[in-house]
């Protein structure tokens, strides 16, 4: 399994700020991918971020609101933009195990308080 | 659209006290069945994968089942350390998204 890190753990924004994740894997991979886990809910896929082409959005999710980049195969980070109350949750990012296996493996994962 | 469904949403057991918890599942080609065990603070840390129906997976005193609807996590004599939210997923045939249930709290105590 890949080791995971994530800047900052936790964070307290202003309503209108923007705050930037960092996603770093020790090991080289080809799909990096960003959940949102909100109070109380289950993990929801932001979006998949392919190194060298823009990123994936699922639906519900814009890229005006979630800029994500993708510069090489060990990095990524994800942009929240124009903060409001409801985008309080825990941002985690993931990555696929190696072969055909297909389970994703998640970094800590990054508690933003947005007042 | 694909759901998937964990019951209970909190449990408390004695030590030593198995039980079983729940996710049952509706999805157009199941690719894989995730378990997950995630604790305060931390990220999902992965358990198995299961992929057909029949198959089973072991490690220490968790043991999980799947078919063709529903999977189960057994767990066989919990100690405290077992405490924890546990949380299934799947992934269909087509996407990468692992569609995850909302988890089941789980309380073990002395």
């Known amino acids: 399994s890949a080791v995971i890190s994530q800047k900052p753990s936790r964070d307290i924004c202003q309503r209108g700020t923007s705050l930037t994740i960092q996603c770093q894997v020790d090991?080289?991979?080809?799909?990096m991918f960003w959940y949102r886990q909100q109070p109380g809910q289950s993990l929801t896929l932001i979006a998949t971020?392919?190194?060298?082409?823009?990123?994936?959005?699922e639906s519900g999710f814009v890229i005006d609101k979630f800029p994500i980049s993708r510069p090489n195969l060990t990095f990524s980070t994800l942009t929240v933009s124009n903060l409001s109350p409801e985008d309080s949750s825990i941002y985690l990012c993931?990555?696929?195990?190696?072969?055909?296996?297909?389970?994703?493996?998640f970094g800590p994962g990054t508690r933003l308080t947005v007042t | 659209e694909d759901q998937v469904t964990q019951s209970p949403e909190a449990l408390r057991l004695q030590e030593g006290e198995s039980s079983s918890l729940n996710c049952s599942y509706t999805?157009?080609?199941?690719?894989?069945l995730f378990w997950y065990r995630q604790d305060p603070g931390k990220g999902p840390e992965f358990l198995f994968t299961?992929?057909?129906a029949g198959e089973e997976k072991e490690k220490e005193r968790l043991k999980a089942t799947l078919t063709k609807k529903e999977s189960f996590l057994h767990i066989t004599a919990p100690k405290p350390e077992d405490s924890a939210t546990y949380l299934c997923?799947?992934?269909?045939?087509?996407?990468?998204?692992?569609?995850f249930g909302k988890g089941t709290s789980l309380l073990v105590t002395p």
């Open positions: 993931s990555v696929e195990g190696r072969g055909t296996s297909y389970e994703q493996y």
């Open positions: 090991s080289q991979v080809t799909m």
């Open positions: 971020a392919n190194q060298g082409s823009e990123a994936t959005y």
């Open positions: 999805v157009s080609g199941l690719r894989g």
């Open positions: 299961l992929y057909s």
């Open positions: 997923a799947v992934r269909q045939d087509s996407g990468y998204a692992l569609n």
